[in-house]
């Protein structure tokens, strides 16, 4: 380094060294005294022996677990990987004071180690060398954080066997191939659009034949279905080179002038997702790709990804995940930047989220936009997040094609013996900026000077084959021909489309859900009654509330029995008329699905839908689960502290099957905000975007009772703000269902179990998906008044978007309008009030989409001088007010003005002040009391 060599350079390799040095030939630990030696001197020998026999174990060990930090994986030779330029000491022969002398020392070598192959001993010098070639190349391998012993013997078999290496000159003829479309695909990309942004993958060009080789292999080894996410960078390269794509299709995108036929605003084509069923050449079996669309925010599709994966194995009685896979591609910043990949990987050990293993991807730039990695991270490398699950980790010199397809051969059959995630770490370089029109320089002048005067690994391996005679000149030349020819006629036959497909584009198409007319457009059908058989729901009840055949706590008994009571009543609290729906469903054939934080027993410990022998740790039982032989699985479980990654988990398990109920339930209702880019970019735009529909349902327990800023609001105001009706409009003559086909999702503050039953059950019952976002009670889970008659679940029977006020309505003065708990809150105060015949209060149970109709209907019972309210226990600049407001004056005129009754505007959620709590209810009272 003094003398100017750049960071590595000064580098001099150490010798490889044997576990067990042994003075070949016949020196061990115990040889003949030679005569006229003293004791003394043979037991000093002896320990010379000794030290040196351990010092060389020390030495191989040190090379498998630290040999990565030197390894050679900069294409660019300025930085090291690791962002240490320094050589571990424990990787040099003088720490174990090996000398000269002792490179040509025979050492005999452990079980433990396969360097020697056929070879029981090697010299120092050349086990260095194999160690060096091994730990130190373009390949540097991290395992030994493994806890399973045989794990880590797996992956030494992997990459010490001498050979392992190899290719056949048929493998390379292909890889060459492959690097050929990668590389020209951008070429002809850059050439027709040079001021279009596609986020290019010049600089990692070997990704594609990467993939390829993953799923060649997988394959080979049984996997039938292969799950994509990733982010921009590379998208449309791996949609046409990996997952074959149309090229008239993908070069349509670029036409600035063109429209989508169909319903929706599109998505940039670096967004895309698509599903494609073809033969894979090498081992001549049909597979499945899918790339699951994504938003700008890199990591968010990484447990959309899983939760598909999972829900694909689910409806194919893949168990053990062996025939469905996901493969994540990552950016090296966003890789170690983003919480939600921790988050996702958490989950693939979980019982009911783990898919068998992901393979990660890390296209690798050593830039994060304009970021060095040096400020970028904390840890020495950007995949140290994936230690944490046990995950091999691959670094691998991305302008060595044939080391990234020996770490590729280990990762795809890592991933089938062993079922766990694995990650190949792609150094690379980024070719251009962020962007084709970024200039990179402004922030990393010393690298992009390196990049301009560099080749392109194709040139580079074009060269290495023709060297080596595995190819011609001409052989290249007509791989080159013949792929530009792929391309040119592509681009022409592009030229005659005239319309743009958003369905050509979707990634979990529901072939035969939709009923469509004679041109293939999905019919607006009316949504059936959504009541069940009341023996049905008597049959659910009773199960639901029966002792089980295991030894229960206590407060279980007394809950049992009080819900027998009700039975018998043919009546139903909110932990009854959700278990109907659930039940009922599951009776008729749809799959139901619950999860999140402590879903089994509910927050508030209502639901108990999951019991605990208090005798037998770990022996449960699930009354839902025990309905009928015949009935459909009910899956619940209490997932991982974790919004964003489980919200998106079970958003993706929702897209894979349209018949399948999957709900997500927070703990309270604002902590869903650590999920806010779930909900943002893919609930509550995602049709919109990718045509792409969803029935994945969200609880959200809301309800203001003085529990403070945390525990009150779920924040129904952001999720209104994000709806996509005009407030302008009264819908006239627009029926619900063609409401509920136009809207992006549903809106629901509801007040009665009947109402949470129909909800759910309509979610599987409508001929279309649309998300549901529900804000769930607390205190009314135990309310007396918050019940519901069997009667009002049974056949016949629907949701009611709207429940008017039920009493005599002639001498009303004052209508309220109102959703969720707080109508009870002011049905209580009504009552104490003695104005039951003069307020009338009327509940809006969907507020998205808004019930135009029956809101006119409920308005028109009212004289003119009624005085029309809008009442809410959530401050004025949240709730629904500002939602509901406009619509509800649309059909009022200019002659009437609703006017506000509840809490003033505030920056905080709710207080947490008991006693200003009880004054702002007060001042709601006294509003709503007032005529």
Request: glycine share 6%; with cysteine.
């Amino acid at each position: 380094m003094e003398g100017g060599a750049q960071p590595g350079e000064a580098h001099e390799s150490a010798p490889n060294m044997p576990l067990y040095p042994i003075n070949h030939p016949s020196q061990g630990l115990s040889q003949p005294q030679i005569a006229g030696e003293s004791e003394g001197a043979t037991i000093k020998t002896s320990q010379g022996v000794i030290s040196k026999h351990h010092n060389f174990q020390r030495l191989l060990r040190s090379y498998q677990a630290s040999g990565h930090h030197i390894a050679k994986l900069d294409p660019l030779g300025i930085a090291s990987a690791d962002l240490d330029d320094t050589i571990p000491d424990i990787l040099t022969l003088g720490h174990y004071n090996f000398t000269k002398a002792d490179m040509d020392s025979h050492f005999q070598l452990p079980k433990y180690t396969y360097l020697g192959g056929d070879q029981k001993e090697l010299t120092l010098r050349e086990t260095v060398a194999r160690l060096e070639s091994i730990y130190c190349g373009s390949i540097g391998t991290e395992f030994m954080h493994l806890h399973n012993p045989a794990a880590r013997e797996y992956i030494r078999k992997w990459v010490e066997k001498p050979g392992v290496h190899d290719m056949t000159a048929e493998e390379k003829r292909i890889l060459l191939a492959r690097l050929v479309r990668s590389t020209r695909f951008e070429e002809f990309l850059a050439k027709k659009w040079p001021s279009e942004k596609r986020f290019g993958l010049e600089g990692c060009e070997v990704l594609i034949p990467a993939m390829k080789q993953i799923i060649d292999i997988a394959s080979s080894r049984g996997v039938d279905n292969f799950v994509i996410g990733m982010p921009h960078r590379g998208r449309l390269n791996v949609l046409a080179n990996v997952c074959r794509k149309e090229l008239e299709k993908l070069f349509n995108q670029f036409n600035p002038e063109m429209l989508p036929e169909d319903e929706g605003s599109g998505d940039v084509k670096y967004h895309l997702g698509m599903y494609h069923r073809r033969i894979n050449h090498l081992t001549n079996k049909e597979v499945e790709l899918s790339v699951v669309a994504n938003p700008s925010h890199l990591e968010a599709v990484n447990p959309v990804v899983c939760g598909k994966v999972r829900a694909t194995q689910f409806y194919n009685g893949d168990e053990k995940g062996e025939k469905t896979m996901a493969i994540l591609l990552h950016g090296d910043a966003a890789f170690s930047g983003q919480g939600v990949v921790y988050e996702t990987m958490h989950l693939s050990d979980l019982p009911s989220y783990t898919t068998g293993g992901t393979i990660h991807i890390v296209v690798n730039n050593q830039v994060g936009f304009t970021t060095d990695p040096r400020f970028s991270r904390s840890s020495p490398y950007c995949t140290d997040v994936a230690k944490v699950v046990n995950a091999p980790i691959f670094h691998v010199n991305a302008d060595d094609p044939e080391a990234v397809m020996h770490v590729c051969n280990i990762a795809a059959n890592w991933r089938t013996d062993w079922g766990k995630d694995v990650v190949v770490d792609l150094v690379c370089y980024r070719r251009n900026g962020h962007n084709e029109a970024d200039e990179p320089s402004f922030t990393q002048p010393l690298m992009y000077k390196r990049i301009k005067s560099k080749r392109t690994v194709l040139q580079k391996y074009s060269q290495q084959l023709l060297d080596e005679s595995v190819v011609t000149q001409q052989d290249i030349d007509n791989e080159l021909a013949s792929f530009d020819k792929i391309l040119n006629d592509a681009y022409k036959n592009s030229e005659s489309i005239t319309k743009m497909k958003l369905t050509d584009w979707l990634d979990s198409p529901w072939d035969n859900f939709f009923e469509c007319d004679a041109n293939k457009v999905p019919l607006i059908l009316p949504t059936p009654a959504t009541g069940a058989p009341e023996e049905t729901l008597m049959k659910v009840a009773q199960k639901f509330s029966e002792e089980p055949p295991i030894t229960i706590h206590p407060g279980l008994k007394r809950v049992l029995k009080l819900r027998r009571k009700m039975v018998d009543s043919a009546e139903a609290d909110w932990a009854l008329g959700e278990a109907l729906a659930f039940g009922s469903l599951l009776l008729e054939g749809y799959h139901v699905r619950l999860s999140g934080q402590d879903v089994e027993r509910g927050t508030f410990s209502h639901r108990h839908h999951v019991l605990h022998d208090q005798e037998v740790d770990g022996k449960i039982y699930n009354p839902l689960q025990n309905l009928s032989p015949e009935q459909q699985r009910y899956s619940v479980s209490n997932s991982s502290l974790s919004e964003f990654g489980v919200l998106g988990f079970e958003l993706g398990f929702s897209q894979h099957n349209p018949n399948s109920l999957v709900i997500w339930e927070a703990q309270f209702g604002d902590f869903f905000n650590t999920a806010q880019p779930i909900v943002d970019q893919f609930i509550s735009s995602g049709q919109d975007k990718w045509y792409r529909q969803s029935g994945i349902t969200m609880l959200l327990p809301h309800g203001f009772e003085g529990m403070g800023p945390e525990h009150s609001s779920a924040r129904i105001e952001r999720f209104l703000q994000m709806c996509d009706d005009n407030e302008d409009s009264t819908y006239e003559g627009v029926s619900m269902d063609t409401q509920l086909w136009d809207c992006n999702w549903q809106i629901m503050n509801l007040t009665t179990p009947a109402n949470i039953f129909h909800a759910l059950r309509r979610q599987m019952y409508m001929k279309m998906r649309k998300p549901l976002v529900v804000f769930t009670p607390k205190s009314l889970l135990r309310h007396p008044l918050a019940r519901s008659k069997f009667s009002d679940m049974a056949t016949g029977t629907s949701f009611k978007p709207v429940i008017p006020e039920s009493g005599e309505v002639s001498n009303v003065k004052k209508v309220v309008l109102c959703t969720g708990k707080v109508y009870y809150d002011l049905l209580d105060e009504r009552e104490k009030a003695g104005l039951t015949d003069r307020i009338a209060i009327t509940r809006i149970e969907q507020l998205h989409p808004f019930p135009h109709q029956l809101i006119k209907e409920e308005l028109s019972r009212y004289g003119a001088d009624t005085e029309i309210c809008w009442a809410q226990e959530e401050h004025k600049n949240a709730g629904a007010w500002t939602f509901v407001k406009p619509r509800v004056q649309n059909h009022l005129g200019d002659s009437k003005k609703i006017t506000y009754i509840g809490r003033s505007p505030a920056a905080s959620a709710a207080t947490g002040n008991k006693k200003l709590h009880k004054s702002e209810y007060a001042g709601i009272v006294q509003d709503f009391l007032q005529l």
